[in-house]
């Protein structure tokens, strides 16, 4: 189906700092703006292609906070103006959601909105490209809000997890669809291990909405946006942003609604959530390393290296992170890379900004 007779819209959200990569990763270049994919080009530049083979350029939009409106039109020079959707204060996937929506309503009633993340790594863009068009399908004609889920290859305690129930429909059609029995948070490593040997999927956090379907179940599931709404059919979106409270989407509504579906991934998918990601997105030698820029193993292992500031050399190591941007040198090991935004917490603010005030607004990044 061409793309402009497609009753789809995408929404890509890229609000969030990516603190798990620190210090390449700042409010000032946040995770999206970093080449942690399949190319050299931006995660955000990535994903803005990829939305493209979904929607025309007039039906995209990305969803963020005002302070990187000048880097993201640096790295996107072809951005339409009415490109970029800033949200007036960050509330969470939640709220931002429920907002693009809107915006989305008051254009067509009728369509279906696919959210994003900027921050993902998918190859096989026909693939996803295809898929997500089946999902939007599906969606609109059982009237559910989809989530796409990717069977595991590994226990990965950073994700969350879907129980997969009954088959939507005839289970005939492509994609074949369910419903959501369960989402389970992040699990411990032996839940993970127990949730992969019986079936279940992780939750990648792309959805598929018909937008007056979404906006109906948060009506009902989620009041403490929902009693707002009137606030956005009044057109003060600033009042609506400072009233409704800090909330994912997955919380406020598609853990509460009984509507919800899941279509299995075609795709390979990795959200990129730290360090750990790059032996999965990136190159890595005979003896597991992964080394990105003016970086040098010798008699090294299973270590990954990322350095944007000069040469950095690791020598008779193993199961090593060594970063070093921004003036910064990161070590910490694969096992220890996971709790970044613990060591952050502990560090000055200046070094844990970039030498920002740290009064900046994040934009859509979920709290975890």
């Known amino acids: 189906m061409p793309v402009d007779d497609s009753p789809l819209h995408v929404v890509i959200l890229a609000g969030g700092i990516g603190s798990r990569f620190w210090p390449a990763s700042l409010p000032t270049r946040p995770k999206p703006l970093l080449s942690f994919g399949d190319s050299s080009d931006p995660m955000l530049v990535e994903t803005v292609g990829r939305a493209a083979r979904l929607a025309p350029p007039d039906r995209i939009a990305i969803l963020t906070g005002r302070h990187l409106e000048a880097p993201f039109r640096a790295v996107l020079p072809n951005l339409p103006p009415e490109g970029l959707w800033i949200e007036p204060r960050a509330r969470g996937t939640g709220p931002v959601l429920v907002w693009a929506a809107h915006r989305i309503h008051r254009r067509d009633p009728t369509a279906v909105m696919v959210s994003l993340h900027a921050d993902h790594a ?154 750990e990601a790059l032996s999965r997105t990136r190159p890595v030698d005979e003896a597991g390393n992964c080394l990105e820029g003016e970086a040098y193993a010798v008699d090294t292992q299973r270590s990954i290296a990322w350095t944007e500031d000069g040469p950095i050399v690791l020598f008779g190591v193993d199961g090593l992170v060594v970063v070093r941007a921004a003036g910064v040198t990161l070590v910490t090991t694969r096992s220890r890379a996971p709790d970044l935004k613990a060591l952050l917490s502990q560090l000055p603010a200046a070094l844990r900004e970039g030498g920002s005030d740290g009064s900046t607004s994040h934009g859509n990044e979920d709290p975890e």
């Open 122 to 275: 998918i190859r096989t863009n026909t693939a996803f490209a295809e898929l997500v068009r089946g999902a939007a399908a599906v969606a609109a004609r059982e009237d559910r809000l989809l989530t796409i889920a990717a069977r595991p290859d590994r226990p990965e305690v950073g994700y969350g997890y879907i129980r997969p129930g009954d088959v939507l429909g005839s289970g005939v059609e492509a994609p074949e669809a369910f419903e959501v029995a369960a989402f389970i948070e992040k699990p411990d490593l032996e839940t993970a291990r127990a949730y992969v040997a019986q079936g279940y999927l992780w939750n990648t956090g792309i959805f598929v909405f018909p937008v007056r379907r979404f906006l109906e179940e948060v009506r009902l599931h989620a009041p403490e946006i929902g009693a707002l709404l009137p606030l956005l059919d009044a057109g003060d979106e600033d009042a609506f942003f400072d009233a409704v409270p800090t909330v994912s989407v997955d919380e406020s509504v598609l853990e509460r609604s009984g509507r919800v579906g899941c279509v299995r991934a075609t795709f390979e998918w990795d959200d990129v959530g730290g360090w």
